[in-house]
């Protein structure tokens, strides 16, 4: 028996992906869920601000950008993150992929900790920051690679 909520309409169960239309993350749901035969309702991430999201299962996909400045790039992480916090606070919504969940998974060093405590084979951590990846790098004469920055 399955838990997730379905149309009282349709039968089906009802998936809302939120995230960036022209993602691959998007196309490639979308046609599986088409093969499915599963209807799904593609939000963008402003668009799911206002909308009911009661009344089924809702995916949340991360945005897309092209940026390479890394200052520009943690603003786009803190807007979504901004995001994620509202999402997690509305009441009611049954969620594929928690926003506090996701929130998680981009603090890398937190989650690499936790797939550590559960057994979970990981790369080493080359450095806790940037300032001790940095002071290793002199360290060791400024050669590049993992292994030799230990």
Avoid at 15 to 40: C, D, N, W
Avoid at 55 to 68: A, F, L, M
Avoid at 69 to 82: C, E, P, S, V
Avoid at 120 to 136: G, M, N, Q, R, Y
Wanted: glycine share 8%; net charge positive.
């Amino acid at each position: 028996m399955c838990t997730f909520p379905y149309s009282t309409i349709k039968g089906f169960i009802v998936i809302t992906l939120i995230g960036p239309h022209q993602s691959k993350r998007t196309h490639y749901f979308m046609q599986a869920a088409a093969v499915l035969g599963e209807p799904v309702t593609a939000l963008t991430h402003p668009q799911a601000l206002d909308a009911s999201l009661t009344s089924g299962i809702v995916k949340i996909d991360p945005p897309v950008h092209s940026e390479t400045d890394i200052r520009k790039i943690n603003a786009i992480g803190l807007d979504y993150i901004h995001f994620l916090q509202n999402m997690a606070a509305r009441p009611g919504v049954t969620w594929l992929n928690h926003p506090a969940g996701l929130i998680h998974l981009l603090d890398k060093k937190r989650c690499k900790r936790r797939l550590l405590e559960h057994g979970i084979p990981t790369p080493p951590l080359v450095a806790e920051d940037v300032k001790s990846f940095c002071t290793a790098h002199r360290h060791h004469g400024g050669k590049k690679g993992r292994q030799r920055v230990h």
